[in-house]
């Protein structure tokens, strides 16, 4: 019994270690001390931490404190990736997108973006609907693609809201409608893409009055759902 006990209280203390040496190491990143967090993250990636694996991965990416390797960066991404770290996931999937540091291979994007759309996250949603559109990694499918557009511009995505107002315009892969091209590209130029500005422009280039009155009222509703109330948590990092 005392044995499991001693055991027990010796794997709290090291969860308890592991904590403090990644919130110091996170300090020393805030105080500019970069070969000093460089260690302390190194360490503790070495002992399987994702958090300081993610951490280490961006050092890496980002050239903080050490030269910028976009391999050992894709390495340290993945094993934290497979860890279900987030972040990781998402950068990792983004490198096997662009090549960086690794082959690219879109299958392995789509794969790792498909798991955090599943998750709900939108810009892996707006990411992985850009495959369908194309038919990169995955077999080309415009309904999937606007389904997972319509998701994620349903949580403020502006890259989805642009590409779903460019839908609706060119009546691809959804019925042509001016109103909602309108209203979506607006919900996307509010959110300062310049792009959606100059097609929502257009698009009410291309509606009567009456028309116009609608897609007015529309752009408003969609304003109020699927920007203001997204506005807070899509400032966040991933």
């Known amino acids: 019994m005392w044995r499991w006990i001693v055991a027990g209280f010796l794997m709290l203390l090291s969860a308890a270690q592991a904590t403090a040496g990644f919130d110091e190491a996170v300090a020393a990143i805030n105080d500019g001390k970069f ?21 280490l991965a961006w050092m890496y990416y980002d050239g ?50 498909q798991k955090l759309a599943e998750q709900g996250d939108n810009k892996s949603q707006a990411a992985l609907a850009g495959l369908y559109f194309q038919g990169k990694g995955v077999e080309k499918n415009m309904a999937t693609a606007i389904s997972l557009w319509r998701k994620a511009a349903e949580q403020g995505n502006i890259e989805a809201q642009r590409n779903l107002g460019l839908m609706y315009g060119k009546g691809q892969g959804v019925g042509q409608n001016d109103v909602q091209a309108y209203a979506w590209l607006n919900a996307a130029a509010m959110q300062g893409d310049k792009v959606a500005e100059k097609s929502r422009d257009y698009a009410s280039q291309q509606l009567t009055k009456a028309q116009l009155k609608e897609a007015e009222l529309l752009a408003g509703q969609y304003v109020e759902k699927y920007v203001a109330a997204f506005e807070e948590e899509n400032k966040k990092p991933h």
């Open 35 to 55: 070969t000093e967090a460089y260690e302390a993250f190194s360490v503790l990636a070495e002992e399987d931490d994702e958090r300081a694996q993610q951490a």
């Open 64 to 113: 903080q404190g050490r030269k910028r390797d976009f391999e050992k960066a894709a390495y340290w991404y993945r094993k934290a990736a497979e860890q279900n770290n987030i972040t990781a996931q998402i950068n990792l999937a983004q490198m096997y997108a662009y090549g960086q540091g690794i082959t690219q291979d879109f299958v392995e994007a789509a794969r790792w973006w």
